[in-house]
């Protein structure tokens, strides 16, 4: 009868199983440690960029701050400069608010009504004057009431004195310098908006 003895071709087998499986694990770990190597190498240079790109938004938010910034002081000195301009045509267009007045008491001055001063604040005149009768001041103040250029006319005081050789009425009125519906409003606006100025 023949014998084979198989205990070193088992213990042959067994080593090689052993290296197989040491070659086998060391392979998977060098994969492992690629694999991990390029996940962070892409995971570290994702986060540079996204850094790199935050930094990049931050330095240009500041630009556009400071663009506004500089927007928002020249919007605010053209609008000083537009409300001076304003006042100034405003000026200019009121300055024959004047003639108006003397031409308009000129033409509805009725006889027997002599003026004594004329006194002009804004819009509101103060005529001071002595008229022969109360009737007569009356009328004065309807057709001042009727000029396109006058309006408002109240009387504030009327008194009889007596000068030498006759006797006379003096009489106080208040009158307003007829402007457009919204001139007064605007007026104010830019005026205000004028002494403001730029900040």
């Not at 991990?36 to 701050?65: A, C, M, P, Q």
């Not at 003397?102 to 002009?120: F, N, W």
């Not at 604040?121 to 001042?144: D, E, F, H, K, P």
Request: charged share 25%; proline share 4%; hydrophobic share 40%.
């Amino acid at each position: 009868m023949i014998r084979v003895n198989l205990l070193p071709h088992r213990e042959i087998r067994r080593r090689r199983l052993q290296q197989q499986f040491v070659v086998l694990l060391l392979g998977v770990a060098l994969f492992g440690a690629a694999v991990w190597g390029v996940v962070h190498t892409s995971l570290r240079g994702s986060y540079e960029d996204r850094i790199g790109r935050n930094t990049f938004l931050k330095d240009e938010i500041g630009k556009l701050d400071k663009e506004i910034e500089d927007i928002k002081r020249l919007k605010e000195m053209t609008a000083a400069l537009l409300a001076r301009k304003r006042v100034v045509e405003t000026l200019q267009s009121n300055r024959s608010d004047v003639v108006h007045l003397l031409d308009e008491l000129a033409r509805q001055l009725p006889d027997g009504v002599y003026l004594r001063g004329i006194k002009q604040q804004g819009t509101r005149v103060t005529i001071n004057g002595y008229t022969q009768s109360q009737a007569r001041v009356s009328t004065l103040m309807r057709s001042l009431d009727a000029s396109p250029h006058l309006e408002n006319a109240s009387l504030v005081e009327i008194k009889a004195l007596t000068q030498p050789g006759t006797r006379v009425n003096e009489f106080t009125l208040n009158i307003s310098v007829a402007r457009p519906k919204d001139e007064p409003a605007e007026l104010a606006k830019a005026v205000a908006t004028t002494a403001a100025g730029p900040r």
